[in-house]
């Protein structure tokens, strides 16, 4: 009998120390946003000057202009054009935003032009969304 209820012990605290160390992720809120084309960023001077500024430099930032929360992700350098990035997800929770991207590369058949290039991506989050947090990808 006491080997029984020893086992059962065993067996819960096994089931409470693993199920409790998986992070909630009811808690993620997902962000909803726009991926803006470069067409669409020459009308808005301060916000393509802050890509310019930004774009040669890999990493993620964020920007608030006129009230609206804009991220740019660009990728490492590559020795060619022809390269992007894909949002993947972008949520958050109390502490930080988390972004997950992928770079992809140009279809093997293409051609492409010989050049250093970082890709990148401008996203306008919607509404606004409290940016107070860490990124983390």
């Known amino acids: ?3 029984t ?4 012990g065993l067996i819960l605290l096994s089931t409470v120390l693993v199920f ?3 992070k909630d992720k009811s808690k993620n809120n997902p962000l909803a946003y726009t991926q803006l084309k ?11 000057k ?3 500024n930004n774009k040669d430099k890999e990493g993620l930032y964020s920007e608030v202009i006129n009230g609206q929360t804009y991220l740019l992700i660009v990728g490492s350098t590559q020795n060619t054009v022809g390269y992007n990035i894909h949002l993947k997800d972008l949520y ?3 502490d930080y935003l988390y972004v997950d991207y992928s770079i992809i590369e140009p279809p093997k ?3 492409v032009t010989t050049a250093l290039d970082n890709p990148f991506l401008v996203a306008k989050l919607k509404g606004k969304p409290e940016f107070q947090r860490a990124i983390k990808f």
């Not at 209820?5 to 059962?8: A, D, G, S």
């Not at 470069?38 to 393509?48: A, G, I, R, V, Y």
């Open 20 to 22: 409790g160390c998986f």
């Open 1 to 3: 009998m006491k080997k």
């Open 5 to 8: 209820l020893l086992i059962i």
């Open 50 to 52: 802050w890509i310019l």
């Open 92 to 94: 958050s929770d109390d």
């Open 38 to 48: 470069m067409e669409k960023l020459s009308n808005e001077e301060q916000l393509s």
């Open 109 to 111: 058949d293409s051609v």
